[in-house]
């Protein structure tokens, strides 16, 4: 789908801040509610706008259980499919986020979210690793979260330090 | 021994008046919860590589004294910036001076152009520094208005009919603070028309250059044709870059002017901060994208800012530039002054009085949309519920 500049700009605008009301993105590209609620309807119809969801960070929230890992795994590729089939083989388990075909030293980096380490643990030795085509898993347990897709995860706001009233 | 601390004091600072952006200042210092759209600077940090080229140049040590006119290696990334940017030429060598902010700049330009009682034309409303630095350096500035009946754009024949056989040069800044309006290019050749029948030279304050939301490219007062040997053109790194606590600015001029000033500078200044120019040598070679980002969040922000003032009753032309926004409270009835004091006091909002630029800028006051969505959100609501009080 081609985008027009403003639906362009809509999408950057959502990008940022999905909650931003109707009528001050109306304004900040300079069309009415209503061509925006429709350029809007357009995109998501469109799946350009796939979801709206919230970044949280969840080690705010006392006694929160969960843990990530990062996990290498190489791979034997299959003919005709190559890595396709193992790929869905491995993203279809609800326990798995993420999952990318990498160049370089191992093939499939997928990202597991458990609840303690014992559930990833027994997730890669139970499920990952018994997979047919599965040669080899490294895994990474995440110790903490300095900056997610683009946003830095301060510990506290940064205030603004600009004198009051400047020439 | 002298018995009164005045009597140390010259006459010249004696007479300057304080501004009227620093009274402002005090009263919405000592404020809690204060949403300020009186601040004159990018609510955007540095853009991290450029600090990063800072600290690199502080841990291998560059810590001395520069050239005079700055780095030659920024100068010419200064030359290579305005001639792609703007498109005008400039010597690396001869005719750019790297300064300490663009105040400076002016502040040189106007030392070295004026011989006492010399006349500067100054086109308010506009930065606040101006008059004062034209009477600094011996001159004397002649204001002249731009009014809101003509979206604050200054016609030539008002320039003209301010000319007198003193006057030495014209003061200009476009995009304006703190009208953001932006001249185009057959506006800008109507004035360079009379500066060379009238034999004058133009300081051009292009500091908001990048900062221009029109389609039409900007056009630089040096690019039109004539007028690169007879402007002193300003510009720096502290808007378009968000650099303005580095205090880093440069002048570009024709040679004979150049070398006026670089006279002036060396006694002055010595040089600008020797960190501060490694930083904005990496800002110039790889901080477009920057810029570009910044631009149209501004872009963005004014959009919704002027349209939420009109909404509310506030009549607001679209600044072409700058980050300002500079609407209309006459139809509140109140002066600028007293318009300002009381929404501080009632609503919490600051706001910067027009009358503080000039004349003209009475009935108006100067918004920064330099600060972020919500809080221009929540200073609209504030701002209405205060004139819905009325």
């Not at chain 1, 940022?16 to 998501?44: F, P, W, Y």
Request: aromatic share 8%.
């Amino acid at each position: 789908m081609k985008l027009s500049p403003k639906e362009m700009e809509i999408v950057e605008i959502l990008e940022t801040n999905a909650r931003i009301a109707t009528d001050v993105i109306a304004k900040m590209v300079g069309l009415s509610i209503e061509e925006t609620e429709q350029a809007i309807k357009k995109l998501e119809e469109n799946k350009v706008i796939v979801r709206y969801i919230s970044l949280v960070d969840w080690t705010k929230v006392e006694n929160h259980p969960g843990v990530r890992a990062m996990i290498d795994v190489k791979v034997t590729p299959k003919r005709g499919v190559g890595f396709n089939d193992i790929a869905e083989r491995i993203y279809r388990f609800d326990e798995v986020s993420s999952v990318y075909l990498m160049s370089g030293t191992y093939d499939l980096s997928i990202i597991v979210e458990g609840k303690s380490l014992n559930e990833v643990a027994n997730f890669v030795s139970q499920k990952l690793s018994t997979l047919e085509s599965v040669i080899s898993t490294t895994t990474h347990f995440i110790l903490k979260k300095y900056k997610h897709d683009g946003i830095i995860l301060e510990t506290e706001t940064i205030k603004d330090k600009r004198i009051v009233v400047s020439p | 021994m002298k018995s009164t601390r005045t009597t140390y004091i010259s006459k010249m600072a004696t007479d300057l008046k304080p501004s009227g952006i620093r009274r402002f200042f005090d009263l919405a210092a000592g404020m809690e919860g204060v949403i300020s759209l009186g601040v004159g600077e990018p609510d955007f940090v540095t853009p991290w590589h450029i600090r990063e080229a800072a600290i690199n140049s502080l841990e291998r040590g560059f810590t001395s004294y520069t050239p005079n006119a700055g780095i030659l290696e920024l100068r010419e990334e200064i030359a290579f910036y305005m001639k792609n940017q703007f498109h005008v030429e400039y010597a690396p060598k001869d005719e750019i001076i790297v300064t300490v902010g663009a105040s400076s700049a002016i502040d040189l330009a106007m030392r070295t152009i004026l011989d006492p009682g010399e006349e500067v034309i100054v086109v308010e409303p506009c930065f606040v520094s101006y008059v004062p630095m034209v009477e600094l350096a011996g001159g004397v500035a002649v204001r002249v208005q731009a009014t809101k009946e003509n979206d604050f754009k200054i016609l030539p024949e008002q320039l003209e009919s301010a000319i007198t056989s003193k006057t030495k040069a014209i003061m200009l800044c476009s995009p304006n603070n703190p009208t953001g309006t932006l001249l185009n290019q057959a506006e800008l050749k109507a004035i360079a028309d009379l500066a060379i029948e009238h034999d004058l030279l133009i300081i051009a304050d292009e500091i908001y250059a990048e900062l221009s939301y029109d389609d039409e490219e900007y056009t630089s007062m040096a690019a039109i044709d004539g007028m690169r040997d007879r402007t002193i053109l300003v510009s720096g790194f502290s808007k378009s870059f968000a650099m303005t606590g580095w205090r880093l600015g440069f002048v570009c001029a024709p040679i004979e002017i150049s070398s006026a000033m670089l006279k002036v500078h060396q006694y002055a200044l010595l040089c600008a901060s020797t960190m501060s120019q490694y930083a904005a040598i990496e800002a110039l070679r790889n901080g477009r994208p920057d810029v570009e980002e910044m631009v149209k969040s501004y872009r963005r922000r004014r959009n919704f800012i002027v349209q939420s003032f009109n909404e509310i009753g506030l009549t607001c032309h679209e600044p072409g530039g700058a980050f300002y926004a500079f609407p209309s409270i006459e139809s509140t009835g109140l002066s600028s002054q007293e318009f300002a004091e009381r929404l501080l006091m009632k609503e919490g909002v600051a706001v910067v009085p027009g009358d503080v630029f000039g004349a003209s800028g009475e009935g108006h006051i100067r918004c920064s949309y330099a600060t972020s969505l919500e809080e221009l959100q929540e200073a609209v609501k504030r701002i209405k519920r205060f004139i819905d009080s009325l």
